[in-house]
């Protein structure tokens, strides 16, 4: 059965940085396409960034610059978030597909405040 699990939300002032961790368990082989999406109060919930099996990147124009997305293994990614906006407020979920399935994992929170 996979898993999906998040970590490393929080509350950080404009400016700061963040790093979220996701690990993703249940397969041995990587998937084909894992993804940060986030969803803030009142909005639909929208890509962040991805990165393919072959550590191809790609990022919403809206933290281009700002945020890194990276893996640590075969199924654990990171996303580095830097120069924070209050903005950047939502719930930041991970997302990983494999052979046409989709899995979720639960959300963690990252509030941008001062």
């Known amino acids: 059965q996979v898993q999906v699990a998040e970590s490393g939300g929080g509350l950080v002032q404009p400016g700061g940085s963040l790093r979220l961790s996701c690990a993703a368990s249940?397969?041995?082989?990587?998937?084909?396409?894992m993804a940060w999406y986030r969803q803030a109060p009142g909005k639909e919930r929208e890509v962040v960034a991805a990165?393919?099996?072959?550590?191809?990147t790609t990022y919403a124009d809206s933290v281009k610059g700002r945020f890194t997305i990276g893996r640590n293994n075969t199924n654990t990614i990171y996303l580095q978030m830097n120069s924070l906006k209050p903005e950047d407020t939502a719930v930041y979920y991970c997302?990983?597909?494999?052979?046409?399935?989709?899995?979720w994992g639960q959300g963690t929170q990252v509030t941008v405040s001062s």
């Open positions: 997302n990983a597909v494999r052979n046409g399935y989709t899995y």
């Open positions: 990165i393919t099996r072959g550590s191809i």
């Open positions: 249940g397969i041995i082989s990587f998937f084909n396409v």
